[in-house]
């Protein structure tokens, strides 16, 4: 078994570029990390290029010989402690983390569908993470994000989802006002939370609806509330 002892190995300094939104849209890729979203990734056959795996975990073993032998299909590669924590973006790792490709999103909402949430520049990771978390508990397939809506590929979001990024579909709108105009189109009721409202979410009828979510501090953009 050969073991990366270098932090300058190409390969690791490729990883440790997709912690970098550009480059993660360059190579088409992102990272999982952590024994549950890696078990989350297999399940859900995500198209994984690499799983990379400190060495210590496995004789510690904090790494379970099941899962060791599940992903042994895959490219693994093994480093030294020193040089997983170069490549980590968690303070306590679990000595486990994959490279993989980024889903081909459908760029078209099923008209059937009958809840849609649109998020119009979200900003904070965590919060992005969380509501990809509710719609998968919920059942619900599809979001659509802004373009200057928090990278849902940031390594943060991808923590807080627990999974769901693998079986949320996310649409990401260059032009959020026309894609609000084209849901219209299809049927959908435009609604957009609002903290200057008496009516609650809990009095509406969630069929065929696309529900606005805006940044955190501005709210839905005046552009859309027209």
Request: hydrophobic share 35%; aromatic share 4%.
């Amino acid at each position: 078994m050969q073991i990366i002892t270098s932090k300058e190995n190409e390969t690791i300094k490729a990883i440790k570029k997709l912690k970098d939104k550009k480059y993660r849209d360059l190579q088409n890729e992102y990272i999982v990390e952590g024994i549950k979203m890696i078990e989350e990734a297999v399940a859900e056959n995500a198209n994984i290029h690499k799983i990379v795996i400190c060495e210590e975990c496995v004789k510690d073993g904090v790494i379970r010989q099941k899962l060791l032998y599940t992903i042994a299909k895959y490219d693994v590669i093994y480093v030294t402690k020193k040089v997983f924590e170069s490549i980590t973006d968690v303070s306590n790792p679990q000595g486990i983390l994959a490279v993989i490709e980024k889903k081909n999103e459908k760029q078209e909402i099923g008209k059937k569908d009958d809840l849609i949430v649109v998020l119009d520049g979200l900003q904070d990771p965590g919060n992005l993470g969380t509501i990809l978390r509710t719609l998968d508990s919920a059942n619900l397939k599809h979001i659509i994000l802004s373009k200057d809506t928090a990278d849902p590929y940031n390594p943060k979001v991808v923590r807080s989802t627990m999974g769901a990024i693998y079986r949320i579909n996310m649409i990401v709108s260059e032009d959020i006002k026309e894609t609000i105009r084209e849901l219209h189109k299809n049927g959908y009721t435009i609604l957009a939370t609002s903290l200057q409202t008496n009516k609650s979410i809990y009095d509406v009828s969630y069929q065929k609806k696309a529900i606005i979510i805006g940044n955190e501090a501005k709210g839905v953009s005046k552009e859309l509330l027209e």
